[in-house]
């Protein structure tokens, strides 16, 4: 029970990850002009590029399904939303204890907590995005379907892993630092094999 609480948990801490999560944030957008703005921007200025390369250049299109320039962004937005908070946490996972000197060498700190404190911040982009994916079904739909209600359901279950998947490469990284290296590429790729950009039905048999 004790392992569970300190590393599943950490209520003991709660205080402390939340105001490393929010420094953490702040710190990414501290000397821009927009500041916390680019939470909101970045997704939507990629969405625009996506959409114009997947539905005007390579005319990606879904079965049976003939829909607006919104609707197909918004159907891709919902998978960049999923794998962008995926990605965003496990590429920063390497470099968790790295970046912090001070904590690992200076004082008594529970390095499990970086973890935390990485997926956290991540979540925060998580739920402005979600927010805005779901604001733009209700504008156009004219309201939100019964399915929305399972997205925490869909979402959640992810923060387990991430959280593995913190402390491994956060581990690794620690004392390989090529794993940050070959984390870019791989999560690019897995980013274009996955059935964000096009249906599933379009894979062959038997991948």
Not at 74 to 89: D, I, P, Q, S, T
Not at 142 to 149: D, H, Y
Request: glycine share 8%.
């Amino acid at each position: 029970m004790s392992f569970a609480r300190t590393y599943f948990w950490p209520v003991q801490h709660r205080d402390v990850i939340v105001q490393m999560a929010s420094r953490d944030i702040r710190s990414r957008y501290r000397q821009s002009w927009l500041g916390m703005a680019w939470l909101l921007l970045t997704p939507l200025l990629m969405l625009m590029v996506y959409t114009l390369v997947f539905k005007e250049v390579f005319r990606v299109r879904w079965a049976g399904v003939d829909e607006s320039h919104v609707a197909f962004a918004l159907r891709l937005y919902a998978g960049l939303v999923v794998f962008n908070f995926f990605a965003e946490c496990v590429n920063r996972s390497p470099q968790l204890v790295a970046d912090q000197p001070n904590l690992v060498k200076k004082v008594v700190f529970p390095l499990e907590l970086l973890a935390w404190v990485n997926v956290g911040s991540a979540l925060v982009g998580l739920l402005v995005s979600g927010g805005l994916l779901l604001a733009g079904v209700v504008w156009l739909e004219g309201g939100l379907p019964v399915s929305a209600l399972a997205l925490p359901l869909v979402w959640l279950p992810m923060v387990p892993l991430l959280l593995g998947l913190g402390w491994l490469l956060s581990g690794m990284g620690t004392y390989v630092r090529d794993v940050g290296q070959i984390l870019g590429p791989v999560l690019s790729a897995m980013m274009f094999l996955t059935p964000i950009f096009f249906p599933v039905e379009s894979l062959p048999a038997g991948v």
